[in-house]
């Protein structure tokens, strides 16, 4: 298996405008996670679903964020009108039950 | 809500000898599940080692132990031979029960000197 894929890896964009994070997640696993990462927040949990329906979306910061999982193998994380606090690197994971599994990550930077 | 707390934010070590990077946490679970990951330069999450709060005997992984003291809400991860390779953020993690969300400490950048 190729593992949990996030693209795109970078992404440069400028405030204002729609940004859209995407994941694949490993087949076969039912829970997917978006994970952000901050110097000043560390890692934060954003939303996470279970088999494709949003569970928890408590830690999404405001209604510019968005997600979805259309079906079990992707998902996307879309920010509109996006900010420069939101530079950021943006992480997926899935679970297996044992052991969460994250992709790359996709770093923000929004100027 | 739980939290996670590691104290260290950098420590060094020199190649070849042995470090332990501290870590505790605040539940009023009983049953939970505790780990360390370790994030390069690359920033890929990679997992460490875990701990099932129900097992008395703390997990080892190679080069990789854990000191996991329940009463003590306290879960230390000691990095022996250390190796260039080693060099990385590591974070303690909480997790409630499988599949639930990960709670992150603030992190403690290793770096091992030559």
């Known amino acids: 298996d190729a593992g949990v894929i996030q693209s795109p890896r970078h992404e440069v964009t400028e405030m204002g405008q729609e940004v859209t994070l995407r994941c694949k997640p490993i087949?076969?696993?039912?829970?997917l996670f978006w994970y952000r990462q901050t110097m000043m927040r560390g890692l934060e949990l954003l939303i996470y679903f279970n088999n494709n329906v949003p569970i928890d979306d408590s830690g999404m910061p405001e209604d510019r964020f968005s997600a979805k999982m259309p079906n079990a193998s992707f998902s996307t994380l879309k920010i509109q009108p996006s900010e420069p606090r939101d530079s950021a690197v943006y992480f997926c994971a899935s679970h297996s039950g044992t052991e969460a599994f994250f992709g790359q990550g996709t770093r923000l930077t929004v100027v | 809500a739980q939290t996670v707390t590691q104290s260290q934010p950098e420590m060094s070590v020199q190649e070849a000898e042995t470090v332990t990077l501290s870590c505790t946490y605040d539940t009023s679970e009983s049953n939970y599940y505790l780990f360390w990951y370790k994030q390069p330069p690359s920033r890929q999450m990679i997992l460490v080692i875990r701990?099932?709060?129900?097992?008395?005997q703390n997990a080892t992984e190679n080069r990789f132990s854990v000191n996991f003291q329940k009463a003590a809400k306290s879960f230390s991860l000691k990095i022996s031979d250390s190796q260039l390779g080693d060099t990385a953020m590591y974070f303690c993690a909480f997790m409630k029960h499988w599949r639930s969300r990960l709670t992150f400490g603030e992190g403690t950048q290793l770096t091992v000197n030559p």
């Open positions: 087949s076969g696993h039912d829970y």
């Open positions: 701990q099932e709060a129900y097992k008395q």
